[in-house]
């Protein structure tokens, strides 16, 4: 589903470029959870924009297989319509523009250019609704404009009603669990794995800590470090991770 191949990618503006990610390697097979987890700054974020073509991240080298597709090859609103979706570490508010008309306008242009039918307003409703009561968020909440004034637990929930109604392949959710509580923790959880883990699926959980994964279990756990994959484990990684902190479990790496 995805193959990250020896990436680099930079940030061109900053002091003449700034190399980030230093030959990072990563394969998603359909049907697997696979967590990122790694120290502040160590690219994780940087990763998932290059991945979904953010303007402002260079890719130097290395490649990048969506499905098969060169996927840096193609323009931010391709990726999104053959099947990447990205979960941001903050959600953008978009004013005067509510939930469900923007849902609706993403949804049809995905499948206008996967050459399907839009759905009409009833049926995108029925289908929305159906996302909403999965994540616990009141209908009412997606006739409001888009993350405006929603509290940072009702974003992310918010989000994952996106993630629902768009259907993706491969999703590459960052930091979804950052300002959650444990309630709500549970149902964002609870509705990535109803959403996400299917055996025609993959998902990419970019996170700091174990938490997020006693609800989606991964299978397999990554260390980013300097912009570069410098360990990988099952399950049991985060565990340590969390039980004895990222200097000690690295250094065993170096
Ligand atoms: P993480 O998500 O793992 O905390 P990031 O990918 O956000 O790490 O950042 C990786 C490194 O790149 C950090 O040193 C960060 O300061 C730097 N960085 C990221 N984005 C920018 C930017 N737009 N301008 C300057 N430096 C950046
Ligand atoms: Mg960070
Ligand atoms: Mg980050």
């Known amino acids: 589903m995805l193959e990250i191949k020896d990436l ?29 987890m790694g120290p502040n700054g160590a690219g994780k974020s940087t990763l998932a924009y290059v991945l979904g073509g953010r303007p402002g991240y260079e890719v130097t080298g290395g490649s990048v297989k969506f499905a098969g ?4 090859e193609m323009d931010p609103h391709e990726r999104a319509a053959a099947g990447l979706f990205l979960g941001f570490q903050y959600p953008v508010e978009i004013p005067g523009v509510s939930n ?37 968020l009141d209908m009412d909440m997606l006739k409001r ?57 993959g998902v990419l959980l970019i996170t700091h800590y174990q938490r997020l994964l006693d609800y989606v279990k991964p299978d397999f756990v990554h260390i980013l470090s300097q912009g570069r994959i410098v360990k990988t484990g099952e399950a049991d990684l985060a565990q340590r991770l969390e039980a004895e902190g990222y200097d000690a479990v690295m250094a065993e790496v170096a």
């Open 8 to 36: 680099h990618a930079e940030i061109p503006d900053v002091n003449g470029g700034k190399q980030i990610l230093n030959g990072l390697s990563l394969t998603v097979n359909a049907g697997e959870v696979h967590a990122i």
């Open 69 to 72: 597709e060169d996927l840096l």
């Open 145 to 201: 404009q888009v993350n405006v004034g929603f509290s940072g637990g009702e974003k992310k929930r918010a989000e994952m009603v996106q993630m629902g109604i768009l259907d993706p392949k491969l999703a590459v959710l960052d930091e979804t669990d950052s300002g959650l509580d444990i309630d709500a923790l549970k149902t964002v959880g609870n509705g990535i794995n109803a959403i996400m883990r299917k055996p025609d699926k």
């Open 100 to 136: 469900v008309q923007f849902l609706r306008e993403a949804l049809n242009a995905q499948r206008q250019a996967r050459e399907e039918e839009p759905l009409t307003g009833g049926e995108f409703l029925k289908h929305a609704k159906e996302q909403a009561a999965l994540l616990k």
